[in-house]
Each structure stands twice: as structure tokens, then as C-alpha cells.
């Protein structure tokens, strides 16, 4: 059994910072790429970034890169999520996920694992 359980989010001021984590239990977590996406009411989840089974694959949205680092310690089954220079815009429900694969993608569908969320709010 995957469990995925994210901690981390919280309110903060536009241009702070925040460090998500997401500790799986569950074996074979250093085989997958995992994945961060967001969700804001109303809209569909979009996806954020992701990496590969040893870290050294990453992708970003458009809307983050540059400010927001994905990472992963296979030591401790935790993704994590650095996000910098946060934005209203990035309010959201923030969600890791793990894929059933090696490689990462960024297609919420590609994902089988998901963590029940934890909040991200950035007040302008």
C-alpha cells in the first residue's frame, strides 16, 4: 500500500517563500518519478513539476520555473517542493504524486498515487 502524505503549505506574504514535503510509504519509492501538481477553486489541476526515480530528470511549468525547485531524497522517501518568490496566483491546493514509471511526465493522468493535498495561500 502507496500512502502519500504532504505537509509544509500554509499563508504567506507575495514574494515569500515556502518548502513543501511529501513522505511516501510503501516499497520501491527510489524506482518512480513522483510529481507536484496544484489545483485553485474552480480550475482544473495543473501540473507544477516533476522529477525522475534518482533526481536528476526535472521538468517545470512555464509558471514556475525559475522560482520553484523539485527534489528528492530516496533516503527518506520525501519529495520536496522549494518554492520562491511566491505569487497570488500560485494559491492553490498543492498534490504529489507518484507514477508507475522511471521517467516523469506531465499529465496528472500518468500518475496512480496521490496525496490528499495541503494548502498553499499568497496574500498580495
Known amino acids: 500500500q502507496v500512502q502519500l502524505v504532504e505537509s509544509g503549505g500554509g499563508l504567506v506574504q507575495a514574494g515569500g517563500s515556502l518548502r513543501l514535503s511529501c513522505v511516501a510509504s510503501?516499497?520501491?519509492?527510489?524506482?518512480?518519478?513522483l510529481g507536484w501538481f496544484r489545483q485553485a477553486p474552480g480550475k482544473e489541476r495543473e501540473f507544477v513539476a516533476t522529477?525522475?526515480?534518482?533526481?536528476?530528470?526535472?521538468d517545470y511549468a512555464d509558471s514556475v520555473k525559475g522560482r520553484f525547485t523539485i527534489s528528492r531524497d530516496n533516503a527518506k522517501n520525501t519529495l520536496y517542493l522549494q518554492m520562491n518568490s511566491l505569487k497570488p496566483e500560485d494559491t492553490a491546493i498543492y498534490y504529489c504524486?507518484?507514477?508507475?514509471?522511471?521517467?516523469?511526465?506531465?499529465?496528472?493522468?500518468?500518475?496512480?498515487?496521490w496525496g490528499q493535498g495541503t494548502q498553499v495561500t499568497v496574500s498580495s
Open positions: 510503501g516499497r520501491f519509492f527510489s524506482s518512480y518519478a
Open positions: 504524486a507518484r507514477r508507475e514509471r522511471s521517467s516523469g511526465s506531465r499529465a496528472p493522468r500518468d500518475y496512480y498515487y
Open positions: 522529477v525522475n526515480w534518482n533526481g536528476d530528470g526535472v
